[in-house]
Nanobody
Framework: QVQLVESGGGLVQTGGSLRLSCAFS????????MGWFRQAPEKEREFVAT????????VYADSVKGRFTISRVNAKNTVYLQMNSLKPEDTAVYYC????????????????WGQGTQVAVSS
């Protein structure tokens, strides 16, 4: 069974940066595409970024393109989300998710989810 544990959330001022980490365990990490999603209060969960199994292909939501970077270190079974130039509208619980073989921006297609980490951006 895959387990995902996020860390790195917190409170930051507008324009600041945070790096989220997600530790993967339980199966072969190399077999899983990874994604980051977020959910703000009273809103649906939305796609943020996804990476293929090698990290060579990444896709971003338009709202974060140019500010956020997804990366993975397969030797460490870890995926990261570097978030720069943060805005108050980035405030949400951020979740990492794992999908067998193929990356996707559809949260419904992901097999495994972490517990989430809170990111709050003050104005």
């Amino acid at each position: 069974q895959v387990q995902l544990v996020e860390s790195g959330g917190g409170l930051v001022q507008t324009g600041g940066s945070l790096r989220l980490s997600c530790a993967f365990s339980g199966r072969a990490f190399i077999n899983y595409a990874m994604g980051w999603f977020r959910q703000a209060p009273e809103k649906e969960r939305e796609f943020v970024a996804t990476s293929d199994r090698s990290g060579g292909t990444t896709v971003y939501a338009d709202s974060v393109k140019g500010r956020f970077t997804i990366s993975r270190v397969n030797a460490k079974n870890t995926v990261y989300l570097q978030m720069n130039s943060l805005k108050p509208e980035d405030t949400a619980v951020y979740y990492c998710a794992a999908r067998f073989l193929v990356y996707s921006d559809d949260p419904g297609s992901y097999n495994y989810w972490g517990q989430g980490t809170q990111v709050a951006v003050s104005s």
